[in-house]
């Protein structure tokens, strides 16, 4: 789904927990209305595909196409799609800076997470529109990592944000991706942007638990603590210790965590 050496946060269990939670009710809900019968759709970045497949079950007979960068990460999106019996969805390794499709193939685009991880959101929203077709919709849904709140602050996970927004952007993406969404489509072109926010919350004890698993996890895990440890942002022992605060939050009674996420329905 990016054109980077590596997709920053990797494949390890501690991020994929997240990406296979995903459901158009928790992720794509502002986009759910204009999924009907027949239609088209291009999914970039689709990872392993659960989000994929909700669509593909909500526009069939229509065709899906789910595309990403990653090979192995579409095997299991693959799979995800023939347990659901589904054949009107394929999967390909494509570059959302250059998608290999004619110009208005597609009645709707739609990317999740996507265009923060990547150097040139604007191109990609470019190319996500010249494969619309005219009057169709390009959506994308990004998270606001700088707008995120969560309580207790326990001073061990004091670091997590500022670690992972060096990290991030260092390797050429953007954290507060939400927010710069309605500037990044003008620029590619759109005059008929809708934007909307909404958040992910986590506050009961089993969200809780999973939520800190998979970002205390993923920060002495996954590629993204390799790469803060291998560029100097932080050392194994910060990153364990930012790991503990998570835990710590997670086991607060009264702890809650509110993930803010821009989104935005544009027409070609």
């Not at 997709?7 to 390890?12: A, F, V």
């Not at 494509?94 to 709707?108: E, K, N, Q, S, Y």
């Not at 494969?131 to 996970?157: L, N, Q």
Request: charge should be negative; aromatic fraction near 8%; proline fraction near 5%.
């Amino acid at each position: 789904m990016i054109r980077m050496t590596v997709y920053l946060h990797g494949h390890h269990p501690t991020v994929l927990s997240s990406h296979t939670w995903r459901t158009i009710a928790n992720s794509a809900a502002y986009l759910a209305g204009h999924l009907r019968e027949g239609l088209t759709l291009l999914d970039v970045g689709c990872g392993p595909g659960t989000i994929t497949a909700e669509f593909a079950e909500r526009v069939a007979p229509g065709r899906v196409v789910a595309v990403d960068a990653d090979e192995g990460v579409l095997e299991r999106a693959r799979e995800h799609a023939a347990d659901r019996g589904l054949d009107n969805v394929e999967f390909a390794v494509a570059d959302v800076h250059g998608l290999a499709f004619p110009d208005g193939t597609f009645d709707i685009v739609h990317a999740h997470q996507v265009l923060q991880h990547i150097a040139d959101p604007v191109r990609a929203l470019s190319e996500m529109r010249r494969v619309c077709k005219p009057g169709g919709i390009v959506a994308s849904r990004e998270a606001d990592f700088g707008s995120f709140t969560w309580y207790p602050e326990p001073p061990a996970m004091n670091d997590w944000l500022p670690v992972y927004t060096e990290v991030a952007r260092a390797n050429g993406g953007e954290p507060d991706g939400g927010r710069r969404l309605v500037s990044w489509a003008r620029e590619a072109g759109f005059t008929d942007v809708t934007f909307t926010s909404t958040a992910w919350a986590f506050a009961t004890p089993e969200e809780r638990a999973w939520w800190a698993g998979t970002w205390g996890g993923r920060m002495v895990h996954s590629t993204v603590a390799d790469t803060a440890v291998e560029k100097g942002h932080a050392t194994r022992e910060e990153l364990e210790r930012i790991a503990r605060g998570w835990q710590e939050w997670a086991a607060a009674p009264d702890g809650v965590f509110t993930a803010t996420h821009g989104e935005i329905l544009c027409r070609a």
